[in-house]
């Protein structure tokens, strides 16, 4: 069995595939797995896929620029073509039995040239709301895979018609594994520790970072029994870390910056509080591990899809 995803941009896209491999392999130990997603150096699939011991192929396509008649976009139809050609070439190369997009401008020209292929297709959504690939791409693949029951009329179809199944988002391996005692031992935290947790997305997010840095001076620095890891995003860490130092928390061994959380299972299962944006996965993940948990939906992202998460 071979199966390609596809999908890509923010974490948000590319977790729920790795995902999807994961528990694809857990039950099909034999099956080839392969990724395809977009060339663009931003593109988190850039760095997790291979990470995660997966292939990775690329195709040169890229998003809409808001406003709409922003002078880049006159170059989309050719990227939309070009990209076609070499989803064409990735697909014949790998030969998959099997393709699923879960989600950004990456996964369309793939799956559509799956279709046009005769190859076997789904698209897994975890939002709440529809992103446009999906949406583009739901009233002609194999199946529509969702997480959310309110996905489907937003969809316009109807769950439980034979191609929409609601599934929820399949977890990445150690959720539903690490306890709460090993994870914290593994960490080297005490009884009398609280742990917080706090992210604001892959990619971070500049409202959240400043947050967290007035919480550590203000609730933290004074009380010696509360911890706190946060994750800052790679393209806010310096500024983040610099604004941490000037607070006086940035010496504190209490408190934690990095720029991204690769143990997540370990880290979410240890914490007593989690601060998060209100993407798709992490709220399946804090609900799959019955987690108090603050969150802080993105405004900046399309159609205020993670508001509406967060709601649902």
Not at 222 to 242: M, N, Q, S
């Amino acid at each position: 069995m071979r199966l390609l995803l596809t999908g890509g941009g923010t974490g948000g896209h590319v977790n729920p595939a790795l995902a999807i491999a994961s528990t694809f392999e857990e039950k099909h130990p034999d099956a080839e797995i392969y990724f395809a997603a977009s060339a663009l150096p931003s593109d988190k699939a850039g760095d997790l896929v291979p990470r995660a011991g997966y292939k990775l192929y690329t195709v040169h396509i890229r998003g809409v620029r808001r406003p709409v008649f922003h002078p880049v976009n006159i170059r989309l139809p050719f990227y939309m073509l070009r990209s076609r050609r070499e989803a064409r070439q990735i697909i014949k190369e790998v030969r998959p039995d099997l393709i699923v997009g879960t989600g950004g401008y990456a996964c369309w020209p793939l799956v559509r040239e799956g279709i046009a292929m005769g190859i076997p297709t789904a698209v897994h959504e975890s939002n709440a709301l529809p992103g446009k690939a999906i949406r583009r791409l739901s009233r002609k693949v194999d199946r529509v895979l969702i997480n959310f029951p309110e996905t489907a009329g937003r969809l316009g179809l109807k769950e439980g018609d034979g191609r929409t199944l609601r599934v929820g988002n399949p977890h990445m391996a150690g959720f539903a594994t690490v306890d709460r005692a090993t994870a914290r031992a593994q960490l080297g935290l005490t009884d009398k520790d609280t742990y917080i947790l706090s992210f604001g997305g892959s990619l971070g997010a500049e409202y959240v970072n400043d947050a967290v840095v007035r919480l550590c001076k203000e609730a933290i620095l004074p009380r010696g029994d509360v911890r706190i890891l946060h994750a800052a995003g790679k393209r806010d860490f310096d500024r983040t870390l610099c604004n941490l130092r000037d607070s006086g928390a940035g010496n504190c061994e209490r408190v934690k910056l990095v720029d991204y959380i690769y143990d997540m299972p370990v880290q979410m299962a240890a914490a007593d509080l989690v601060i998060s944006r209100a993407g798709a996965m992490s709220i399946s993940e804090l609900a799959l591990m019955g987690k108090a948990a603050i969150l802080v939906p993105s405004p900046y992202v399309a159609e205020q899809h993670q508001l509406k998460n967060a709601m649902a």
